[in-house]
């Protein structure tokens, strides 16, 4: 495999298309976003053998390629209810309707506004290399919830409690998806995202005036199904 | 000023109410190991797995050295990680072990690591001694950050043993080597969380990176738990350390050990500095043989 995903060929099997048992090219794969430097890590990193490349790209379980994907959409549709949400908050700081916004309240926003829509373009990069249409719309189930909560926002520690359990919701969906993926990018993916999740998570915990890590181990118990 | 100890209490109770129904829940998982344990003695080398592993290792070099070169450059370990690297990965794969027993045994020898890291942080006159809320706050969440670590370990153990492997309760060798070089440099709190967020670091990345070598849903489940945690600890310490540089040591504050922060003083930064990256990216890790009985 060459170092330089873009001169990969147009049909080399890269470990998206093992996800539905399509092939396509690892330059589909990867131009969707930088987001995805993250796989290309991972993949540029698999060196030149052609043995490595079939080690590294093959599905852990040898096959089960749909539940990836569906994977993928329930990611990118939470990252897409992210991404409003913080446009929204940001949205509402700017016109004054949530009071005086601290700046470090104003930075976290607008981070992690722009992490998630690197999220969302991450998901939508694996979609759209599986030959599917990428996600557009947000979660709808939880949507309503989250439109709620926006519209009942009138502080910033309302808007602030609103994100963390979004980010509550969005970590610990890919740590309960982590298990059944069986691409190796798709899990590495999932568990770089959960990561900075998380780290948001502790950080909104710390603004409120909560302990930052209040558990042991990271738990399921609000991780929406696709 | 010592630790309050009646907040301090309080946290500690609190602390092993979570752990104690955290361990329950991970324990469900353990028949379910069993039955691969059962399996794995009927079947006890997979080559399969042996060429996943080797793949891996590769993989991860490449990884590691890019990152390894980059951290090298900021300074606390610096000049500690080359050569160590280059002697994590020429040591061979020991193909006569499972994979999975292997990185449940590292993982067990990062988390020892990080419990005397911290264990030994604490006794830094300076630390110990330290006086305003900023160091009843570092002490406060170093002990409950320690604490956390110990459960960590002991449910990797429980792992360990389940799937017919031995224990490890040694600390990693290779990053205790890192850590016992930079304890002479450990003169003021910002190298001390300096070094914990490395450790913190190391142990993220190493469950990032387990998460695809391991084969076991379960084992998965709880590695990818228990890293969730490890990022956290880290996001908090990045922003303790980022308040330190910017003496705002009053802002350095956490219920149950004090005051909530004052989210109008917090600057700028501090909604930034906890997640430089909007994916995790890999720095230094334990190669799944390095803490491996």
Redesign the interface.
């Given at each position: 495999m060459s170092p330089n995903p873009e001169t990969e060929t147009e049909t080399e099997t890269s470990a998206l298309a093992q996800m539905t048992g399509a092939r396509v090219s690892r330059r589909r794969f990867l131009v969707g976003s930088g987001a995805v430097a993250g796989i290309a890590i991972v993949t540029a990193a698999c060196g030149d053998d052609d043995e490595d490349d079939a080690a590294d790209d093959a599905p852990a379980g040898g096959g089960a390629a749909s539940g990836d994907l569906a994977v993928a959409k329930l990611a990118a549709g939470l990252e897409i209810l992210a991404v409003d949400a913080y446009t929204a908050a940001l949205t509402a700081a700017t016109s004054g309707a949530l009071g005086a916004v601290p700046a470090a309240v104003a930075t976290y926003v607008a981070t992690a506004k722009a992490h998630h829509e690197e999220h969302r373009d991450a998901w939508n990069a694996v979609i759209a290399g599986a030959g599917e249409d990428e996600v557009t719309e947000p979660n709808a189930a939880l949507k309503p919830t989250v439109d709620a909560g926006l519209a009942a926002a009138k502080t910033v520690g309302d808007a602030a409690n609103l994100a963390l359990t979004l980010e509550n919701i969005a970590a610990q969906t890919y740590l309960s998806a982590i298990p059944a993926l069986t691409s190796k990018d798709a899990i590495m993916q999932a568990g770089q995202i959960q990561i900075v999740d998380q780290q948001h998570v502790a950080v909104l915990r710390f603004a409120l005036g909560m302990y930052p890590v209040p558990e042991v181990f990271q738990k399921t118990d609000q991780a929406a199904t696709a | 000023m010592t630790i309050d100890d009646r907040q301090l209490n309080e946290?500690i109770v609190e602390?092993q109410d979570?752990?104690v129904d955290?361990?329950r829940?991970?324990r469900t998982t353990l028949p379910d190991l069993a039955d691969i344990r059962e399996d794995r003695r009927r079947q006890p080398v997979n080559p399969d797995e042996i060429?996943?592993f080797n793949?891996?290792r590769?993989?991860?070099?490449?990884?590691v050295s890019?990152a390894g070169a980059a951290f090298g450059t900021r300074g606390l370990l610096a000049g500690g990680f080359g050569g160590l690297l280059a002697t994590l990965v020429a040591s061979p794969a020991r193909a006569d072990e499972a994979l999975d027993i292997q990185i449940l045994q590292t993982a067990s020898s990062l988390e020892k690591l990080a419990v005397g890291t911290y264990e030994a942080a604490l006794g830094l006159p300076f630390v110990k001694n330290g006086t305003g809320q900023a160091f009843t706050t570092i002490r406060a969440f170093a002990m409950?950050?320690m604490?956390?670590h110990d459960?960590?370990k002991k449910?990797f153990q429980d792992q360990t043993t389940t799937l017919g492997g031995s224990p490890q309760d040694e600390p990693n060798p290779t990053f205790q080597e890192v850590v016992n070089d930079a304890v002479p440099g450990l003169t003021d709190p910002i190298k001390v969380v300096d070094l914990a967020a490395t450790l913190e670091k190391v142990a993220?990345d190493t469950y990032?990176l387990n998460?695809?070598a391991l084969?076991d849903?379960?084992a998965?489940?709880?590695m990818?738990?228990?890293?969730?945690?490890e990022?956290?600890?880290?996001?908090?310490l990045r922003?303790v350390k980022a308040l330190l540089e910017g003496n705002a040591l009053d802002l350095i504050t956490?219920?149950?050990a004090g005051?909530?922060?004052d989210?109008?003083?917090?600057?700028?930064?501090?909604?930034?500095v906890?997640?430089p990256?909007?994916?995790?990216?890999?720095g230094p890790v334990a190669e799944p043989e390095s803490g491996a009985k």
């Open positions: - | 946290l602390s979570l752990q955290a361990l829940g991970m060429i996943r793949a891996n590769r993989q991860l070099f490449r990884t890019k409950e950050t604490s956390q459960q960590h449910a993220t990032l998460l695809s084969e849903g379960p998965k489940a709880l990818g738990s228990v890293m969730g945690v990022a956290q600890h880290l996001a908090t922003a956490v219920p149950p005051p909530a922060v989210l109008a003083k917090l600057p700028g930064a501090a909604g930034s906890a997640f990256d909007a994916l995790e990216q890999v």
